[in-house]
Protein backbone atom coordinates (compact mmCIF):
# COMPACT_ATOMS: atom_id res chain seq x y z
CA UNK A 1 0.00 0.00 0.00
CA UNK A 2 1.43 3.52 -0.92
CA UNK A 3 2.75 5.09 2.03
CA UNK A 4 0.17 8.41 1.16
CA UNK A 5 -2.72 5.72 1.20
CA UNK A 6 -1.77 4.69 4.52
CA UNK A 7 -1.20 7.78 6.18
CA UNK A 8 -4.60 8.52 4.75
CA UNK A 9 -6.42 5.23 6.66
CA UNK A 10 -4.43 6.03 9.80
CA UNK A 11 -7.53 7.93 12.56
CA UNK A 12 -6.41 10.46 14.63
CA UNK A 13 -7.88 8.95 18.40
CA UNK A 14 -11.06 11.30 19.46
CA UNK A 15 -9.80 14.29 21.38
CA UNK A 16 -6.22 14.66 20.34
CA UNK A 17 -4.79 16.50 18.54
CA UNK A 18 -2.18 15.25 15.54
CA UNK A 19 1.81 16.41 16.29
CA UNK A 20 3.33 19.55 15.63
CA UNK A 21 6.54 20.28 13.88
CA UNK A 22 7.10 23.83 15.36
CA UNK A 23 4.40 24.47 18.07
CA UNK A 24 3.03 27.67 18.47
CA UNK A 25 4.25 30.16 20.91
CA UNK A 26 3.51 34.12 22.31
CA UNK A 27 6.19 36.10 23.04
CA UNK A 28 6.51 37.27 26.69
CA UNK A 29 7.69 40.42 27.80
CA UNK A 30 10.63 40.62 29.75
CA UNK A 31 10.27 41.27 33.06
CA UNK A 32 11.46 45.33 34.09
CA UNK A 33 14.04 44.01 36.69
CA UNK A 34 15.81 42.25 34.01
CA UNK A 35 16.87 45.20 31.85
CA UNK A 36 20.03 46.94 32.04
CA UNK A 37 20.85 50.22 33.98
CA UNK A 38 20.82 52.43 31.01
CA UNK A 39 17.26 51.20 29.75
CA UNK A 40 15.19 53.84 31.60
CA UNK A 41 17.17 56.49 29.91
CA UNK A 42 16.54 54.61 26.37
CA UNK A 43 12.81 54.40 27.18
CA UNK A 44 12.90 58.24 28.20
CA UNK A 45 14.51 59.52 25.22
CA UNK A 46 12.39 57.44 22.82
CA UNK A 47 9.21 58.31 24.35
CA UNK A 48 10.45 61.70 24.24
CA UNK A 49 11.04 61.66 20.44
CA UNK A 50 7.46 60.20 19.92
CA UNK A 51 5.73 62.93 21.82
CA UNK A 52 8.15 65.67 19.83
CA UNK A 53 7.55 64.15 16.61
CA UNK A 54 3.65 64.22 16.75
CA UNK A 55 3.79 67.86 18.40
CA UNK A 56 5.46 68.21 15.33
CA UNK A 57 3.46 67.00 12.93
CA UNK A 58 0.57 68.35 14.61
CA UNK A 59 2.33 71.99 14.30
CA UNK A 60 3.19 71.60 10.69
CA UNK A 61 -0.13 70.22 9.37
CA UNK A 62 -1.59 73.79 11.36
CA UNK A 63 0.54 75.95 10.01
CA UNK A 64 0.06 74.58 6.94
CA UNK A 65 -3.70 74.29 6.70
CA UNK A 66 -3.36 78.32 8.44
CA UNK A 67 -1.75 79.31 5.77
CA UNK A 68 -3.81 78.23 2.79
CA UNK A 69 -6.84 79.74 4.49
CA UNK A 70 -5.38 83.15 4.82
CA UNK A 71 -4.59 82.93 1.00
CA UNK A 72 -7.91 81.81 0.65
CA UNK A 73 -8.96 84.93 2.63
CA UNK A 74 -6.34 87.32 1.13
CA UNK A 75 -8.04 86.22 -2.41
CA UNK A 76 -11.61 86.91 -1.21
CA UNK A 77 -10.74 90.23 -0.01
CA UNK A 78 -8.77 90.91 -3.36
CA UNK A 79 -11.96 89.79 -5.30
CA UNK A 80 -13.82 92.25 -2.99
CA UNK A 81 -12.16 94.99 -3.53
CA UNK A 82 -11.92 94.55 -6.99
CA UNK A 83 -15.18 93.47 -8.85
CA UNK A 84 -17.56 94.55 -5.77
CA UNK A 85 -19.29 91.26 -5.11
CA UNK A 86 -21.74 90.54 -2.53
CA UNK A 87 -21.98 87.69 -0.15
CA UNK A 88 -23.63 85.44 -2.80
CA UNK A 89 -20.69 84.74 -4.23
CA UNK A 90 -19.64 83.53 -1.16
CA UNK A 91 -21.90 80.73 -0.56
CA UNK A 92 -21.87 79.55 -4.35
CA UNK A 93 -18.21 79.23 -3.95
CA UNK A 94 -18.75 77.37 -0.83
CA UNK A 95 -20.95 75.12 -2.40
CA UNK A 96 -18.75 74.41 -5.83
CA UNK A 97 -15.93 73.56 -3.47
CA UNK A 98 -17.92 70.75 -1.30
CA UNK A 99 -18.81 69.76 -4.59
CA UNK A 100 -15.36 68.96 -6.16
CA UNK A 101 -13.93 68.21 -2.63
CA UNK A 102 -16.89 66.23 -1.07
CA UNK A 103 -14.51 64.47 2.17
CA UNK A 104 -13.03 67.67 3.00
CA UNK A 105 -14.54 70.38 5.57
CA UNK A 106 -13.50 73.88 6.60
CA UNK A 107 -15.35 75.34 3.35
CA UNK A 108 -19.03 76.38 4.63
CA UNK A 109 -20.05 80.21 3.48
CA UNK A 110 -19.24 81.23 7.53
CA UNK A 111 -15.63 79.48 7.62
CA UNK A 112 -15.18 81.28 4.37
CA UNK A 113 -16.10 84.28 5.33
CA UNK A 114 -13.96 83.65 8.71
CA UNK A 115 -10.59 82.64 6.10
CA UNK A 116 -11.61 86.71 5.23
CA UNK A 117 -11.42 88.16 8.55
CA UNK A 118 -8.17 86.20 9.32
CA UNK A 119 -6.37 87.71 6.29
CA UNK A 120 -8.25 91.15 7.20
CA UNK A 121 -7.01 90.68 10.43
CA UNK A 122 -3.36 89.52 9.70
CA UNK A 123 -2.40 91.37 6.69
CA UNK A 124 1.38 91.12 6.48
CA UNK A 125 2.09 87.49 5.30
CA UNK A 126 5.15 87.39 7.94
CA UNK A 127 2.71 86.67 10.90
CA UNK A 128 2.66 83.17 9.12
CA UNK A 129 6.00 82.65 9.71
CA UNK A 130 5.62 82.98 13.74
CA UNK A 131 4.86 80.69 16.25
CA UNK A 132 1.63 81.36 16.65
CA UNK A 133 0.39 80.14 13.50
CA UNK A 134 1.40 76.77 14.82
CA UNK A 135 -2.13 77.05 16.52
CA UNK A 136 -5.43 75.06 15.63
CA UNK A 137 -7.86 77.00 13.14
CA UNK A 138 -10.25 77.05 16.14
CA UNK A 139 -7.81 78.75 18.19
CA UNK A 140 -7.43 81.81 15.77
CA UNK A 141 -11.31 82.19 14.75
CA UNK A 142 -11.65 82.59 18.84
CA UNK A 143 -9.00 85.12 18.98
CA UNK A 144 -10.98 86.89 15.75
CA UNK A 145 -14.55 86.70 17.36
CA UNK A 146 -13.28 88.25 21.06
CA UNK A 147 -10.70 90.27 20.45
CA UNK A 148 -10.41 93.53 18.30
CA UNK A 149 -6.54 94.46 19.03
CA UNK A 150 -3.86 92.78 17.14
CA UNK A 151 -1.46 93.29 20.10
CA UNK A 152 -4.31 91.55 23.02
CA UNK A 153 -4.52 88.62 20.19
CA UNK A 154 -0.85 88.10 19.78
CA UNK A 155 0.10 88.23 23.69
CA UNK A 156 -3.17 85.37 23.72
CA UNK A 157 -1.49 83.06 20.82
CA UNK A 158 2.08 83.39 22.66
CA UNK A 159 0.71 82.28 26.10
CA UNK A 160 -1.35 79.48 24.76
CA UNK A 161 1.51 77.92 22.58
CA UNK A 162 3.85 78.35 25.64
CA UNK A 163 1.09 76.54 27.91
CA UNK A 164 -0.48 74.33 25.89
CA UNK A 165 -3.84 76.10 26.25
CA UNK A 166 -7.06 73.89 24.85
CA UNK A 167 -9.71 76.02 22.63
CA UNK A 168 -11.81 76.23 25.98
CA UNK A 169 -9.32 77.21 28.61
CA UNK A 170 -8.12 80.11 25.83
CA UNK A 171 -11.94 81.13 25.78
CA UNK A 172 -12.03 81.39 30.07
CA UNK A 173 -8.98 83.27 30.13
CA UNK A 174 -10.13 85.88 27.41
CA UNK A 175 -13.48 85.90 29.14
CA UNK A 176 -11.75 86.62 32.55
CA UNK A 177 -9.29 89.24 31.06
CA UNK A 178 -6.63 87.51 31.93
CA UNK A 179 -4.69 90.23 29.34
CA UNK A 180 -5.58 93.09 31.45
CA UNK A 181 -4.75 91.51 34.83
CA UNK A 182 -1.36 89.82 34.47
CA UNK A 183 1.45 91.91 36.04
CA UNK A 184 -0.81 93.90 37.55
CA UNK A 185 -0.18 92.81 41.49
CA UNK A 186 0.91 95.89 43.52
CA UNK A 187 3.99 94.85 44.60
CA UNK A 188 7.98 95.83 45.35
CA UNK A 189 10.03 93.29 43.47
CA UNK A 190 11.86 95.84 41.51
CA UNK A 191 13.66 97.27 44.68
CA UNK A 192 13.76 93.50 46.53
CA UNK A 193 14.75 90.82 43.75
CA UNK A 194 17.53 91.15 41.23
CA UNK A 195 16.27 92.89 37.29
CA UNK A 196 16.79 89.87 35.89
CA UNK A 197 14.10 87.76 38.24
CA UNK A 198 12.04 90.95 38.98
CA UNK A 199 9.91 91.20 35.82
CA UNK A 200 9.10 87.64 35.31
CA UNK A 201 7.95 87.52 38.94
CA UNK A 202 5.96 90.84 38.39
CA UNK A 203 4.39 88.84 35.20
CA UNK A 204 3.64 85.74 37.31
CA UNK A 205 1.18 87.64 39.75
CA UNK A 206 -1.96 88.72 38.55
CA UNK A 207 -4.67 91.54 40.18
CA UNK A 208 -7.25 90.80 40.71
CA UNK A 209 -7.39 86.72 40.62
CA UNK A 210 -10.80 85.24 39.85
CA UNK A 211 -11.97 82.69 41.76
CA UNK A 212 -15.26 81.73 39.94
CA UNK A 213 -15.65 78.31 41.62
CA UNK A 214 -15.66 79.44 45.03
CA UNK A 215 -18.92 79.19 46.78
CA UNK A 216 -18.89 81.42 49.99
CA UNK A 217 -21.92 81.88 52.44
CA UNK A 218 -21.43 85.31 52.40
CA UNK A 219 -19.91 85.37 56.11
CA UNK A 220 -16.23 87.05 56.17
CA UNK A 221 -14.16 83.79 56.83
CA UNK A 222 -11.08 82.95 55.42
CA UNK A 223 -11.43 79.49 56.17
CA UNK A 224 -14.02 78.55 54.81
CA UNK A 225 -12.40 80.35 51.95
CA UNK A 226 -8.87 78.29 52.09
CA UNK A 227 -11.00 75.26 52.29
CA UNK A 228 -13.23 76.58 48.98
CA UNK A 229 -9.68 76.73 47.30
CA UNK A 230 -8.61 73.58 48.39
CA UNK A 231 -11.09 71.58 47.50
CA UNK A 232 -11.20 73.31 44.33
CA UNK A 233 -7.59 72.86 44.33
CA UNK A 234 -6.92 72.18 40.34
CA UNK A 235 -8.93 75.34 39.22
CA UNK A 236 -7.31 76.94 41.81
CA UNK A 237 -3.65 76.32 40.30
CA UNK A 238 -4.85 76.92 36.98
CA UNK A 239 -5.77 80.93 37.89
CA UNK A 240 -2.69 81.05 39.47
CA UNK A 241 -0.63 80.13 36.24
CA UNK A 242 2.18 78.26 34.85
CA UNK A 243 4.56 77.01 37.47
CA UNK A 244 2.76 76.75 40.74
CA UNK A 245 3.30 73.59 42.41
CA UNK A 246 0.91 72.74 45.59
CA UNK A 247 2.58 72.05 48.80
CA UNK A 248 -0.32 72.58 51.56
CA UNK A 249 -2.38 74.59 53.48
CA UNK A 250 -2.01 75.68 57.17
CA UNK A 251 1.89 75.32 57.16
CA UNK A 252 3.14 74.51 60.72
CA UNK A 253 6.12 76.58 61.07
CA UNK A 254 7.43 76.64 64.71
CA UNK A 255 9.24 79.68 65.80
CA UNK A 256 11.11 79.06 68.72
CA UNK A 257 8.17 78.04 71.49
CA UNK A 258 5.45 79.03 69.18
CA UNK A 259 3.58 77.54 66.48
CA UNK A 260 2.64 79.58 63.12
CA UNK A 261 0.69 78.47 60.28
CA UNK A 262 0.55 79.93 57.19
CA UNK A 263 -2.28 79.84 54.56
CA UNK A 264 -1.11 78.35 51.69
CA UNK A 265 2.61 76.93 50.44
CA UNK A 266 3.35 76.42 46.71
CA UNK A 267 6.52 76.77 45.10
CA UNK A 268 6.88 78.19 41.48
CA UNK A 269 9.50 76.08 39.13
CA UNK A 270 9.86 78.68 36.89
CA UNK A 271 10.90 81.19 39.65
CA UNK A 272 12.65 78.40 41.87
CA UNK A 273 11.59 79.81 45.25
CA UNK A 274 8.50 79.09 47.70
CA UNK A 275 5.59 81.27 47.58
CA UNK A 276 3.21 82.02 50.44
CA UNK A 277 -0.06 83.18 49.70
CA UNK A 278 -2.13 84.92 52.84
CA UNK A 279 -5.62 84.84 52.21
CA UNK A 280 -8.36 87.64 53.36
CA UNK A 281 -11.72 87.56 53.02
CA UNK A 282 -11.55 91.46 53.96
CA UNK A 283 -10.10 94.52 53.28
CA UNK A 284 -7.06 95.40 53.18
CA UNK A 285 -5.33 96.32 56.14
CA UNK A 286 -1.19 97.32 56.59
CA UNK A 287 -0.40 95.17 59.34
CA UNK A 288 -1.58 91.92 57.22
CA UNK A 289 2.08 92.62 55.71
CA UNK A 290 3.90 91.86 58.99
CA UNK A 291 2.55 88.78 59.45
CA UNK A 292 3.44 87.55 55.51
CA UNK A 293 7.07 89.01 55.96
CA UNK A 294 7.66 86.48 59.32
CA UNK A 295 6.04 83.44 57.33
CA UNK A 296 8.35 84.50 54.09
CA UNK A 297 11.15 84.67 57.03
CA UNK A 298 10.43 81.15 58.21
CA UNK A 299 10.12 79.53 55.18
CA UNK A 300 13.41 80.57 53.55
CA UNK A 301 15.31 79.28 57.32
CA UNK A 302 13.17 76.08 57.83
CA UNK A 303 11.90 75.22 54.13
CA UNK A 304 14.24 76.59 51.52
CA UNK A 305 16.88 74.78 49.76
CA UNK A 306 20.47 76.74 49.76
CA UNK A 307 20.03 77.13 45.89
CA UNK A 308 16.23 78.49 45.92
CA UNK A 309 15.78 81.86 45.41
CA UNK A 310 14.41 84.21 48.25
CA UNK A 311 10.52 83.08 49.38
CA UNK A 312 7.87 85.43 47.73
CA UNK A 313 4.61 86.25 49.59
CA UNK A 314 1.11 86.70 47.92
CA UNK A 315 -1.36 88.86 49.75
CA UNK A 316 -4.83 88.51 48.77
CA UNK A 317 -7.32 90.68 50.02
CA UNK A 318 -11.36 91.47 49.24
CA UNK A 319 -10.69 94.98 48.41
CA UNK A 320 -7.31 96.89 48.99
CA UNK A 321 -7.11 100.93 48.68
CA UNK A 322 -4.18 100.36 46.02
CA UNK A 323 -2.46 103.87 47.63
CA UNK A 324 -2.37 102.44 50.79
CA UNK A 325 -1.04 99.72 49.21
CA UNK A 326 1.74 101.09 48.35
CA UNK A 327 3.06 102.85 50.54
CA UNK A 328 2.21 100.08 52.66
CA UNK A 329 5.33 97.91 51.10
CA UNK A 330 7.74 101.05 51.24
CA UNK A 331 10.34 99.77 53.73
CA UNK A 332 10.19 95.60 53.28
CA UNK A 333 12.90 94.26 52.28
CA UNK A 334 11.35 90.98 51.36
CA UNK A 335 9.29 90.20 47.85
CA UNK A 336 5.65 90.96 48.54
CA UNK A 337 2.57 91.34 46.21
CA UNK A 338 -1.16 92.38 47.24
CA UNK A 339 -4.22 91.37 45.16
CA UNK A 340 -7.40 91.31 44.92
CA UNK A 341 -9.52 88.41 44.58
CA UNK A 342 -13.33 88.24 43.03
CA UNK A 343 -15.19 85.42 42.69
CA UNK A 344 -16.55 86.67 39.21
CA UNK A 345 -15.14 89.00 37.00
CA UNK A 346 -16.52 92.65 37.06
CA UNK A 347 -15.78 94.62 34.05
CA UNK A 348 -13.45 97.63 34.48
CA UNK A 349 -14.34 101.02 34.58
CA UNK A 350 -15.05 103.68 31.84
CA UNK A 351 -11.19 104.74 30.56
CA UNK A 352 -12.92 108.34 31.06
CA UNK A 353 -13.48 107.89 34.35
CA UNK A 354 -10.09 105.66 35.15
CA UNK A 355 -8.35 108.78 33.54
CA UNK A 356 -9.40 111.06 36.54
CA UNK A 357 -7.82 108.61 39.37
CA UNK A 358 -4.54 109.98 40.28
CA UNK A 359 -1.80 107.94 40.89
CA UNK A 360 0.62 107.41 44.06
CA UNK A 361 3.03 110.71 42.51
CA UNK A 362 0.79 112.53 41.67
CA UNK A 363 -0.68 112.42 44.90
CA UNK A 364 2.84 112.63 46.77
CA UNK A 365 2.93 116.34 44.35
CA UNK A 366 -0.22 117.51 45.73
CA UNK A 367 0.24 116.66 48.79
CA UNK A 368 3.68 118.51 49.31
CA UNK A 369 2.01 121.61 47.98
CA UNK A 370 1.60 124.68 50.14
CA UNK A 371 -2.39 125.13 51.09
CA UNK A 372 -3.95 127.90 49.88
CA UNK A 373 -4.24 131.19 52.30
CA UNK A 374 -7.38 132.71 53.50
CA UNK A 375 -7.02 135.07 50.06
CA UNK A 376 -6.48 132.17 47.88
CA UNK A 377 -8.43 131.25 45.09
CA UNK A 378 -9.27 127.53 44.09
CA UNK A 379 -10.68 128.61 41.04
Given at each position: ?????????????????????????????????????????????????????????V???????????W???????????????????V??????????????????????????????????????????????????????????????????????????????????????????????????????????????????????????????????????????????????????G??????G???R???????????????????????????????????????????????????????D??T???????????????????????P?????????????????????????S?L?????????G??????
Open positions: MPADTLARGISTPKGTHPPMSSPASFESTPAASGMPDWYPELLQSVAQEISSGRYRASAANQELVHSYSIGRELLERESKEGWGSKVTRLSADLRARFPDARGFSPRNLRYMKAFASAWPDITMLQMASATLPWSHHVLLLEKLAVPEERLWYMACAIEEGWSHSFLGQQIETRLYERSGKAITNFKSTLPPSDSHLAQQSFKDPYVFDFVSMTGKRNEREFEGQLILHVEKFLLELQGFAFVRQVLTIGADEFFADLLFYNFKLRCFVVIELKATAFKPEYLGQVNMYMSAVDDLLAHAQQPIGLLLCKTKNNVVAEYSLRGFSKIGIAEWESEIVRALPEEFTATLPSIEEAELSQPLLDGGSTD
